[in-house]
């Protein structure tokens, strides 16, 4: 099984920050990294598939890049809204497999 | 519009089996895969496997083999996952979700919590 490691596992930052998330893979899986949001008592919501590309009705201020092995993900200026738990997530092989997550929190 | 509706939550003994549903609407129900999503209290997102409801083709994870099974209704556009011999770290919330035709799991139920406890 391929896995997928995140980085940091949370962090606290201020309204309007840039915040960055890494993800890496065991194994190469090319752009097939896709990024979700997920919020407590509510269902996770992808953000970015492809590695790169935004999903329907995400806000520009997420982005994401990477290709191979090792992935990021950015939110360029962090709103109230984005307080959340973030999972990569690899598509190249079955089983499909999640990072652990990464906690955003607002300071 | 389009969504996916889960059955309510379940309170299981161990050992029991549960059997889940996941009804879709607002789009063609055979012309996406869906796949089914554990997340274990405190934990992250685990995936269990997926079915195909057009040809009703199931792939499932290996940790899950052989206890689990999923299939589908088309009559009614809905999908289901069966889960036996419950433990009690089978305790989750279950999402069923749909594979998008870009990649990713675009179209989310909202969960269903299955509790274990004798």
């Known amino acids: 099984d391929i896995q997928m490691t995140q980085s940091p596992s949370s962090l606290s930052t201020s309204v309007g920050d840039r915040v960055t998330i890494t993800c890496r893979a065991s194994?190469?899986?090319?752009?097939?990294l896709n990024w979700y949001q997920h919020k407590p008592g509510k269902a996770p919501q992808l953000l970015i598939y492809?590695?790169?590309t935004l999903h329907t009705g995400v806000p520009s201020r997420f982005r994401g890049s990477g290709s191979g092995t090792d992935f990021t993900l950015t939110i360029s200026s962090l709103q109230p809204e984005d307080c959340a738990t973030y999972y990569c997530?690899?598509?190249?092989?079955?089983?499909?497999?999640f990072g652990p997550g990464t906690k955003v929190d607002i300071k | 519009q389009v969504q996916l509706v889960q059955s309510g939550a379940e309170v299981k003994k161990p050992g029991a089996s549960v059997k889940l549903s996941c009804k879709s609407s607002?789009?063609?129900?055979?012309?996406?895969?869906i796949h089914w999503v554990r997340q274990s209290p405190g934990q992250g997102l685990e995936w269990m496997g997926r079915?195909?409801?057009?040809?009703?083709?199931?792939e499932y994870a290996q940790k899950f083999q052989g206890r689990v099974t999923m299939t589908r209704d088309t009559s009614i556009s809905a999908a289901y996952m069966e889960l036996r011999g419950l433990r009690s770290d089978d305790a989750a919330v279950f999402y069923c979700?749909?594979?998008?035709?870009?990649?990713?799991?675009?179209?989310w139920g909202q969960g269903t919590m299955v509790a274990v406890s004798s």
């Open positions: 979700a749909r594979w998008g035709y870009g990649d990713g799991l675009d179209i």
């Open positions: 607002g789009y063609t129900f055979t012309d996406y895969n």
């Open positions: 079915i195909n409801p057009h040809s009703g083709d199931t």
């Open positions: 194994q190469t899986i090319r752009s097939y």
């Open positions: 492809g590695a790169s």
């Open positions: 997530q690899q598509s190249y092989i079955t089983p499909l497999t």
